[in-house]
């Protein structure tokens, strides 16, 4: 069960829960068919709302702990439009913030990881939310290089995490040793356990994929589902919802291989901590291609994995089988 007393897990519920509603309403009043292509700044304002509203939160109950944030408010003192709607917004949830407090609240997320720290990623999958599709809040406590609770905040994710239709929004919420759980992201209605699925054919593997092709190498994860001999229908989402979908039994595998425009490219670390606990407190698991555990006590990204391979369990050995066999 989820220990509501618990004040790291309080914390980390009411900060998501409300950030993932501020982003909401951003997305819901910035986001029009009318943007241009390149016009990113309603991602550009939500992130940094995101981001100064978790990171007072923390300030409040937790002073001395600090924030890997993806974020810091260099670029955005410098523009006043988009501070003076950054601030806007942020006043919607803490009465009294002004531009001043909301830089140093978003500049307290550009700490370096510690033997104890929160990570934020204030919005994940800045490109879903531009289209009007699924992002995510992301928040985790990693402790001793250790997650130890994860807390996904899906706006537009359906209510029992299918992918197959978005919905009024999901919190999803891992505790070490605790499971994964969820609940609706507004109301009180009371938290459900999730479980990962029990698919053990690789043909019947969903393959939860990236929407953006940048993001991956889409011929290699085409030959890896051949290899594997995968006949279901992929996924295709935005941000860590995927990890919510795989952590609630809709998905099977969800590979994050390396794009050959960036093949050095490390996972941030607010990419994957709340994600991997979510998936592995669901009965999942979550390594590199490598099949090493990941491992977040090298600093701001995952320097020392490449790429990520989540898997309901099952289908884990195969999956690492196929890869090494496509050359991923
Ligand atoms: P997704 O929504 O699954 O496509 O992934 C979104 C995440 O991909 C963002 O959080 C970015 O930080 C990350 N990202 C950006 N560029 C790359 C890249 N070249 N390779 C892998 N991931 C990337
Ligand atoms: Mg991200």
Known sequence: MIDHNNQEIQFAIAAVRRASRLVAEIQDELVSPALTKDDRSPVTVADFASQALVARLLQDAFPDDPLVGEEDAAA???????????????QRYVKGADSASVCAWIDRGAAEPARRFWTLDPI???????????????LALVVDGSVQLGVLGCPRLSEACRPDYT????????????????????????????????????AGA????????????????????????????????????????????????????????????????????????????????VTDLDGVALDF????????????????????????????????
Do not use: C
């Not at 999958?125 to 809040?137: C, E, H, I, P, S």
């Not at 938290?191 to 054919?201: T, Y």
């Not at 969800?254 to 490219?265: G, N, T």
């Open 206 to 285: 969903r393959l939860l994929r990236s929407f953006e092709a940048g993001h991956t190498n889409v011929s290699q994860l085409d030959e890896f589902a051949e290899r594997l001999g995968v006949r279901a229908e992929p996924v295709r989402m935005d941000s860590q919802a995927k990890y919510a979908v795989l952590a609630s039994g809709h998905g099977e595998l969800m590979v994050r291989l390396l794009s050959p425009s960036k093949p050095d490219y490390r996972e941030k670390i607010w990419d994957q901590a709340a994600g991997s606990l979510v998936i592995q407190e669901a009965g999942g698991s």
């Open 76 to 90: 955005l003192r410098t523009d006043g439009a988009n501070l003076e709607r950054v601030t806007g917004f942020v």
């Open 167 to 202: 919905g009024p929004g999901t919190l999803v919420v891992a505790v070490r040793g605790e499971g994964t759980w969820m609940s609706p992201l507004t109301g009180d209605a009371p938290f459900q356990r999730l479980f990962a699925s029990r698919q053990d054919d690789p």
């Open 124 to 138: 994940d999958g800045t490109k879903g939310f531009l289209r009007g599709d699924q992002y995510a809040v992301a």
């Open 297 to 328: 006590t090298a600093g701001r990204t995952l320097a020392g994995n490449r790429g990520v391979l989540a898997s309901n369990t099952r289908l884990h050995a195969a999956a690492l089988k196929a890869l090494n066999a496509v050359g991923a």
